[in-house]
């Protein structure tokens, strides 16, 4: 049964305080269950592209308390307000201590297809209010976590954008549960996903396969003609990586969109080193 009483944060690419982007549809914030969920990315002074959050990250799939399936994705530029873009400063002019720090985020020459990509931070990382459960995707929420921090990026076609979410919790064991959690959620992403095309009368293409995996750590790839809403609409494969590291869980997810400029040319089968690369990231 749908929680009610407290609102669910979505997991959103937060851009605040930079002018790289605007909304580039894909992973937005919400903070009531009626709320739509998109984002877009664009370049600054440019019209928005394909769906996505103001002060958001685009990429296909995040949300909030999960608006009902099907909803249509009406408001590209939401307004939950991100954190400022940098560090607050002191009368004295140095740097206040509430900045979240860079520790266990991964350097743009980490992530994955680097080479191609090109990637490059958004703005400095971000430490998000959260108020009730993470929504990954159309797939994947999270409950309990305690503190929520972000860094997006952008790829060199403009058209890419990564993000990287980091959920701290009260203890081990319930990171671990997360975990067990995303893992199942994962297992059905492609019911899921396939019943989420149906009710948007779309061709019910959706496949998701597990691409690496270690003791605490996985990847998977999803192809299908997105729904808009969560995700953006059209063909797209979606990259998720799942790490669990003690008290933290960490998510990475990227979204190649077919079109004229950026075709999905990703080859997953580096997707074992990226885990092995954010687990030594969240082990220092």
């Known amino acids: 049964m749908p929680r009610t009483a407290a609102p669910r944060r979505v997991r959103n690419a937060v851009l605040a305080g930079t002018s790289l982007l605007a909304v580039a549809a894909v992973y937005g914030v919400s903070q009531q269950a009626s709320a739509s969920a998109t984002d877009a990315a664009v370049p600054a002074a440019s019209a928005p592209a394909a769906g996505a959050a103001a002060t958001t990250i685009p990429r296909a799939g995040t949300t909030a308390q999960a608006a009902p399936a099907g ?38 020459t980490e992530l994955p297809d680097s080479t191609r990509q090109q990637w490059k931070p958004t703005s400095d990382v971000k430490s998000l209010p959260l108020s009730g459960d993470f ?20 790829g060199s076609s403009r058209e890419t954008i990564a993000v990287q979410d980091t959920l701290t919790f009260a ?30 009368a779309l061709p019910q293409d959706a496949t998701v396969r597990e691409t690496a995996t270690t003791a605490e750590s996985a990847a998977w790839q999803r192809r299908w003609t997105g729904v808009q809403g969560l995700s953006s609409p059209g063909d797209q494969a979606n990259h998720v ?27 997953f089968r580096g997707d074992a080193a990226v885990l092995r690369t954010l687990g030594a990231q969240l082990d220092k």
């Open 71 to 108: 909803t249509p994705a009406s408001d590209p530029a939401r307004t939950a307000a991100g954190p400022a873009a940098g560090p607050s400063t002191a009368p004295s002019g140095r740097p206040s201590q509430a900045a979240p720090t860079q520790r266990g985020v991964l350097k743009p």
């Open 135 to 154: 929504q990954l995707n159309e797939c994947v929420t999270v409950q309990k976590a305690t503190a929520w921090k972000q860094q997006g990026y952008l």
């Open 171 to 200: 203890d081990e064991a319930t990171a671990v549960s997360a975990y067990r959690q995303t893992l199942e959620a994962m297992k059905n992403c492609q019911a899921t996903s396939r019943a989420l095309q149906k009710q948007n």
């Open 241 to 267: 990586y799942a790490v669990q590291r003690g008290s933290v869980l960490a998510f990475l997810h990227f979204d190649e969109v077919a079109s004229p400029n950026t075709a999905p040319s990703y080859d």
